[in-house]
């Protein structure tokens, strides 16, 4: 059927699917390119605010324009599900544990997706086309809710809702269905700008904009050494950050009632886990090639900062890891750890690779200091 034809179809009836669904949010809109948005990416990635991560910076044309995959495409239906308050509270730092972002506390996209199903199977029982896209990088899933009128642009990047504040996930469905278009959300900020101050690195630069150059979730999730400027600031945090999400004041609501403990996994478990074990508990989060020794490589900066000296052991344990990555964190979180270096000073001995005698040499001038 033609995306041509004179009548619209309703969006109500998929509101009202979506909501019995487990939706908290379903709108509409067209499918034409995000001309404004593609800008903006490509203008931050020549900035340099890209940092390590592909995704809808890797291609930006293609991110904002979902007919480069599907030509045919006329509309997205938008559904958005909020996490909170089942992904509860890590509560404060113990010196044992590491603690994950809330999104990542379970595999949420699971519900969302299984909703997006009912949705499509709706679309396309109609005589119409219905794809799936979800958290995918040909499509700005952000910039598609907040055409859809599910939400507006916050001033830390989020998409952010009047209910829900920024704790959604967000899933799109592409169609030729002639589906009415939603109304934008007229809303903002105003002159909020609680989130800024609240970065714990100054990563939001300017309101809107994020340089995930200097983003602790970013530095989490990508290959490669963490900058020492970096590590202290990443506390106990394994994966994700959420203070800009925990200041923002549409999401207090939910934060307080929020009260059950979650996210938060044992840093001597982790460490002495095999890699099996670590990528079955960790299966929902993105690990660069699906290794292991990123989540290890996070645990071991993490245990550097928990202060507590029973983790010495199993951090020295690494010092001779066959993965370069590892010795050269671990070389700093033992220098955290411990003030004996005498055995830095073996390690210095033997070791062979540029990067862990950089860490190694870096370690002894801040002694001297």
Not at 25 to 38: K, L, N, W, Y
Not at 240 to 258: E, H, N, R, V
Request: hydrophobic content about 40%.
């Amino acid at each position: 059927m033609s995306p041509s034809l004179v009548f619209m179809l309703p969006v109500a009836e998929l509101q009202r699917l979506g909501e019995s669904a487990g939706l908290d949010g379903v709108g509409v809109c067209s499918a034409d390119p995000f001309v404004e948005t593609e800008r903006e990416i490509s203008d931050r990635k020549a900035a340099g605010y890209s940092g390590k991560l592909k995704f809808t910076y890797a291609d930006p044309s293609r991110a904002t324009d979902v007919r480069f995959t599907y030509p045919w495409a006329h509309r997205l239906v938008v559904g958005v599900r909020s996490y909170m308050p089942n992904a509860g509270q890590p509560g404060p730092p113990d010196g044992v544990t590491g603690r994950v972002s809330r999104f990542s506390i379970e595999d949420y996209y699971q519900p969302l997706r299984a909703a997006l199903d009912r949705l499509a199977t709706y679309i396309a029982d109609q005589g119409f086309r219905a794809e799936i896209l979800l958290d995918d990088n040909r499509l700005v899933d952000r910039a598609a809710a907040v055409r859809a009128g599910v939400g507006w642009w916050g001033k830390n990047t989020m998409v952010l809702n009047p209910k829900y504040g920024p704790w959604l996930l967000i899933g799109s469905i592409i169609t030729d269905a002639p589906f009415e278009v939603s109304e934008p959300m007229r809303r903002d900020c105003g002159s909020c700008s609680a989130c800024l101050p609240a970065c714990p690195t100054g990563a939001l630069v300017a309101p809107g904009v994020l340089d995930a150059s200097k983003c602790l979730a970013h530095w989490a999730q990508v290959p490669g050494v963490v900058p020492w400027e970096f590590r202290e600031l990443m506390a106990d945090r394994i994966y994700g950050c959420d203070d800009c999400l925990d200041a923002c004041p549409p999401g207090q609501q939910l934060l307080s009632i929020s009260t059950t403990n979650r996210g938060r996994y044992n840093l001597s478990e982790m460490l002495t886990a095999s890699d099996d074990e670590l990528l079955s508990t960790f299966d929902r989060f993105y690990i660069p090639r699906r290794d292991p020794a990123y989540l290890r490589r996070n645990a071991l900066i993490a245990a550097g900062n928990s202060g507590n000296p029973d983790l010495i052991v199993v951090v020295a344990s690494y010092l001779g890891h066959r993965s370069w990555m590892l010795r050269a964190h671990a070389v700093w979180a033992y220098a955290v750890l411990s003030d004996d270096r005498s055995l830095l000073a073996e390690v210095a001995a033997h070791e062979t690779h540029e990067a862990v005698q950089v860490e190694l040499a870096r370690v002894a001038v801040d002694e001297q200091n």
